[in-house]
């Protein structure tokens, strides 16, 4: 899914986005893909998360190839 990203803390690394279908959703620092160093509010990213929790598991800022 996508999402937008609403807060990001530079020192954490951890904020909140909002989803395309309108959930907002907080993220940890161990979601953000190994590519994401930064992310700016209002950013576009690609949103993975676990089925049964619905908790973030994983931020990308483009699609790569699935694990």
């Known amino acids: 899914m996508q999402g937008t990203v609403a807060t990001f ?3 954490s690394r951890t904020g909140d986005l909002l989803t395309d ?3 907002r959703l907080d993220y940890s620092a161990e ?3 190994d590519h994401v ?3 700016r509010v209002g950013q576009r990213v690609f949103v993975e998360t ?3 929790t619905h908790a973030v598991t994983r931020i990308a800022i483009w699609h790569d ?3």
Request: aromatic share 0%; proline share 11%; net charge negative.
């Open 9 to 11: 803390d530079e020192t």
């Open 31 to 33: 979601a953000l893909a």
């Open 37 to 39: 160093r930064l992310l």
């Open 65 to 67: 190839s699935p694990r």
């Open 50 to 52: 676990d089925p049964a």
């Open 21 to 23: 279908d309108g959930r």
